[in-house]
């Protein structure tokens, strides 16, 4: 039997948001069965209430969007059968400020540079978008909460990512790049642990686990269920915030504990991030 949820989307002073997007950006259905999540919805209420019918029974995280303002997680909430679940409130505050330059190999200031924030959520775009000046200079608005990822980009030079990125709302951070050409080699570069990540019906699982990176050399295999992230429960968390845990500056570690399907056994394991280039 299918509930709705019923809450409200504000700002920081407590003052209802309209219109604002809203998403599911995670679900563990209580049956263990996955289903479609469907696609964002939009509210234009000015109290900044909503209504949304039909989820199964299951535990969820909302994220909500309004114009300006960066995506927003809700707490996890439990959708129970034979009741609506109420008083769901998500508070989407203004946002920070990443700043810096960029530059090339030779410390000449790059003009045209696209910088963006890269797997903000699985439902809802970052509308943050900045170009970089003459001078290499560029102020990137809207910043999420942390951690997070900026992503620089300019034909002709390797794609950056530079993740672990956090900004306080209404602060500015700084944060360069000195950008690579291309040489018909890697054609991107992160700071990680060289595996993506696959959304199943039970859980997030590591996919792509690339060779001499360091997920491999951990010993971890595409296919491992990831059981927690730094001793956070991964069960109802989202591909995006994963993604975003897992990230990071090379040197610093993440604490990963997977589940290999095909033995049960559970591996515990603390992994440097370093520089991937692929």
Known sequence: MTRPVEGVVVDERGRGLAPFRLGIES?????????????????????????WDKLAPGTYVFTASASGRPPARSATIAVQTGAATTGLRIVVAEGGAVQGTVADETRTPLAGVDLRF?????????????TTD????????????????????????????VSGVRVESGAT????????????????????????????????????VFPGDPA???????????????????????????????????????????????TGDLLERTIVRAIVLH
Not at 184 to 189: D, H, P, S
Not at 240 to 255: E, H, N
Request: hydrophobic fraction near 40%; charged fraction near 25%.
């Open 27 to 51: 679900c563990l259905p209580s049956r263990g069965k996955d289903f479609d999540h469907g696609a964002a919805r939009t509210f234009d209420d000015p109290r900044g209430a909503f209504r």
């Open 118 to 130: 890269d797997q903000v959520s699985r439902v809802l775009d970052s509308e943050a978008r900045a």
């Open 134 to 161: 003459r001078d290499g200079h560029y102020r990137l608005e809207g910043a999420p909460a942390g951690p997070l990822t900026v992503r620089a980009h300019k034909d002709g030079f390797v794609v950056q990512l």
């Open 173 to 208: 951070r700084r944060q360069d790049f000195v950008l690579v050409a291309l040489d018909g080699g890697a054609t991107f570069q992160l700071g990680g642990i060289g595996a993506g990540l696959a959304q199943l019906p039970d859980g997030l699982a590591l996919q792509n």
């Open 216 to 262: 491999a050399r951990a010993g971890l295999r595409a296919g491992d269920r990831i059981v927690s992230i730094d001793g956070d429960p991964a069960d109802g968390m989202s591909m995006a915030d994963a993604l975003q845990r897992i990230r990071g500056q090379p040197g610093t570690s993440v604490g990963l504990s997977v589940r290999r399907p095909a």
